[in-house]
């Protein structure tokens, strides 16, 4: 069953509370599998200009008002601060905004812990000095109607002046949704509350709306605070963007220079993601690979980590434990339900193969935009960065890094947990490296129209 009519199938109109009507479709809805797409950058250098290209896109911006809808390709549209000030938005609505929004990813990168070769000088210029304002997203079931999709809005932005497409890339995956290490991608979800849509098994309750959609209540009970004046904040949220090159071979080379066979280094390879390749969690597949569980939506996502305190199926420090502790109880106290976040990311390049080398590296444009959604999106990432995936002291394993996405300044260390001795795998490196990236805001489609309009003049 795909991802889309898993959906459908769990869908409960009676039970809609958001405005769907106005809440642009690419924060509450999946995107398909397979999928192709494209992302493009704008930079505005005229603010009429810049107003009269989002009055063009809007009406192609589809909102998430009925999941039931088979879209086969549909738009988002989302706007950096800077962006913001270009487009005239007058500076009493860009000061509501929060800090880390109005400063920029590049400004944060100390709070990032984006050093080294990830530090903003070594991005790529569409991401540099604030160029980024604009960010339009096209996810489609297939290339023609992405083709489709794409030839409208450029033909919307051609149409307009004012507005400098600075950058484009185009992304897909096939039915089997995986990233550039051969995984099953954006395999858990969480379910917003008021959307309509039962939780998924495996979840204990829906997740406050506010935690993602701006004006409505959020865990604490209460709204979080929203960009004003109301047309412009309610009914959004907020993007962070991250562009990875990724590097599979070294990753391949590390698994084979510590296992000696193909079943041992598959079963290390998912002792770091925390899941096997299919999708299949190791907490419910602990030796083998199960494709037809990884699959299946329905059953994928269905456990916690209750019976497994020591670590012994999914090590502590795997990649998917740490940024979905499922209810373990955590050193550092977190409420984890704050910290969950709407994943959109996107592969790009040819997929992954058990025989690339550390020497194929480079030779493709191969990687991953990792976006994620959520009302608070730059309070999350800079929490994930600095506590979960670049520190260990949560999970009582020290200075030890996330072994997928964790920077890797020096050769680092995974531990997994056994009987009767734990075994520390020295030698891990960086698997993805930081190319630029910005924070996001996506508005509403009445905000969109506020700006569009320049409604404050």
Not at 406 to 430: Q, S, W, Y
Request: hydrophobic fraction near 40%; include cysteine; aromatic fraction near 8%.
């Amino acid at each position: 069953m795909g991802i889309l009519q898993h959906l459908k199938d769990r869908f409960r109109p009676d039970r809609v509370t958001l405005q769907l009507d106005d809440i642009q479709a690419l924060i509450l809805r999946a995107r398909p599998e397979p999928y192709v797409g494209i992302h493009a950058m704008l930079h505005v250098d005229d603010a009429a200009g810049g107003r009269d290209l989002l009055r063009r896109l809007a009406p192609h911006i589809p909102a998430a008002a009925d999941w039931t809808e088979e879209l086969t390709a549909w738009t988002g549209v989302a706007i950096s601060h800077a962006g913001l000030k270009a487009l005239g938005v007058p500076e009493g609505s860009l000061a509501s905004f929060p800090l880390s929004f109005r400063q920029g990813m590049a400004a944060r990168a100390e709070q990032l812990r984006d050093a080294g070769e990830n530090a903003p000088e070594q991005w790529e210029e569409a991401y540099r000095d604030n160029r980024c304002h604009i960010a339009l997203t096209i996810f489609a079931s297939d290339q023609a109607r992405l083709d489709e999709a794409t030839d409208r809005a450029m033909s919307e932005y051609h149409a307009s002046s004012g507005v400098t497409l600075i950058g484009t890339h185009r992304f897909g995956a096939d039915a089997d949704a995986k990233n550039p290490f051969g995984f099953r991608d954006s395999v858990s979800q969480p379910t917003v509350a008021g959307a309509g849509v039962d939780p998924q098994p495996g979840q204990e309750r829906a997740i406050a709306p506010g935690e993602f959609i701006l004006g409505e209540d959020s865990e604490t009970g209460a709204p979080l605070e929203i960009p004003q004046p109301d047309a412009l904040g309610r009914n959004g949220s907020y993007v962070v963007l991250r562009k990875y090159d990724s590097r599979p071979g070294a990753f391949n080379d590390f698994v084979r220079g510590q296992a000696n066979d193909e079943a041992a280094q598959e079963l290390l390879a998912a002792k770091m993601f925390g899941r096997w390749r299919s999708g299949a969690p190791l907490i419910l597949s602990p030796t083998r690979d199960d494709e037809e569980l990884g699959a299946d939506p329905a059953r994928r996502n269905d456990f916690d980590f209750s019976g497994d305190k020591a670590g012994i199926v999914c090590p502590h420090g795997a990649h998917m434990r740490r940024l979905n502790p499922r209810g373990e109880r955590l050193t550092i106290l977190t409420d984890e339900n704050i910290h969950r976040i709407i994943r959109r990311s996107s592969t790009f390049g040819p997929k992954w193969s058990a025989d690339l080398t550390a020497a194929d590296d480079g030779e493709d444009d191969r990687g991953i935009f990792f976006i994620f959604i959520s009302a608070r999106a730059f309070d999350t990432i800079e929490f994930l960065q600095q506590e979960w995936i670049n520190r260990g002291n949560f999970i009582d394993l020290g200075k030890e890094r996330d072994p997928v996405v964790g920077l890797h300044e020096e050769p680092g260390r995974f531990t997994v947990p056994a009987e009767p001795v734990r075994r520390r795998i020295d030698g891990v490196t960086t698997y993805n490296r930081l190319r630029g990236g910005e924070y996001m805001f996506m508005p509403s489609l009445t905000a969109l129209r506020w700006i569009a309009a320049g409604s404050w003049n």
